[in-house]
């Protein structure tokens, strides 16, 4: 299924895309499962397959404004330097690492499919970053990998964009770049693991304006789904809804000469082929 979340006269729902458009489960279960959050929670699946079987779609897609799939996940974690050749961009001669790069986001930081990304108004330096997001489906603690695929519910798209100049403000953390308010996107929805099995691999493109500016495979993460949820679930538990942003390849703005920033009126466009494609444009902070 593809499961999403949107507003409806302000109010905030979530439904199945299917052929045609958005079938509303607020609507049909609602009561036993309040949020996409709540049906992930509550092993909702099967429920959700059986309400949208047969019925006629009650939204068009491109008349909803989209939010992120999980609206209130406990954890919004980021992996860094994650692709083959990433760690090469830094220039510093570094081994490559024997442990993910962390660090979080708060979901204040990312608008949902559609909606603008806003270039904040103290820097010249917005950048983008084509992700793919693993959402956690079943709680968890010291998981290991040969488990790991299990708690795996589906995965969802993510443009993880940084304000790189704010990145070195601090001496030892970058969440400061991380997390200007409506700065990334997730979306558009969570294609749930039974229609698209997260082991891949999957190809990730991210497009600038139609240019493809990054395109690379999950065959080449250093550290695969699988080593990531067993690594983080060593020190804290992993809840439903929880997501994982998984790396971004080679080719983000800031690694071409001079760099190429975002600017307003820009389109970025986060595509792989079974998950689906998060385009967002590029506007002025409000």
């Known amino acids: 299924m593809r499961l999403l979340s949107y507003l409806v006269n302000g109010e905030a729902r ?5 052929e045609g458009g958005v079938v509303d489960l607020s609507r049909r279960i609602g009561r036993y499962f309040p949020d996409l959050k709540a049906l992930i929670a509550g092993d909702g699946l099967g429920r959700a397959k059986e309400v949208v079987a047969g019925e006629t779609p009650d939204h068009a897609l491109v008349e909803l404004a989209l939010l992120p799939p999980v609206l209130t996940p406990e954890k919004l ?3 860094g330097v994650n692709y083959m050749d990433r760690n090469a961009e830094y220039k510093d001669n570094s081994d490559l690492p024997k442990y993910p790069s962390l660090f979080v986001r708060n979901m204040s930081s990312v608008v949902g499919a559609g909606q603008g990304i806003e270039k904040p108004a103290v820097s010249e ?12 489906g079943k709680e968890g603690r010291h998981i290991p990998r040969e488990a790991a695929w299990s708690h795996i519910f589906g995965m969802t798209l993510c443009n993880e964009g940084s304000v790189r100049d704010w990145l070195h403000h601090g001496k030892f953390n970058v969440t400061q770049g991380k997390n200007f308010d409506r700065s990334g996107s997730i979306g558009p929805w969570i294609v749930t693991s039974d229609e698209c099995d997260p082991r891949g691999p999957h190809e990730i493109i991210t497009r600038v304006n139609g ?10 993460l250093m550290f695969p789904f699988d080593a990531l949820i067993a690594y983080l679930s060593t020190f804290a538990t992993l809840k439903p809804g929880d997501m994982i942003a998984t790396g971004t390849p080679t080719g983000a703005g800031a690694r071409f000469d001079p760099p190429r920033w975002l600017r307003p009126g820009d389109v970025v466009e986060v595509e792989i082929e079974k998950v689906g494609l998060l385009r967002n444009g590029i506007a002025d902070e409000a």
Do not use: F
């Open 77 to 79: 974690w980021c992996i």
């Open 211 to 220: 240019e493809v500016r990054q395109q690379d495979t999950t065959a080449r």
């Open 125 to 136: 330096q917005l950048d983008y970053e084509g992700e793919l997001v693993i959402v956690i």
């Open 14 to 18: 979530y439904g199945a895309a299917v």
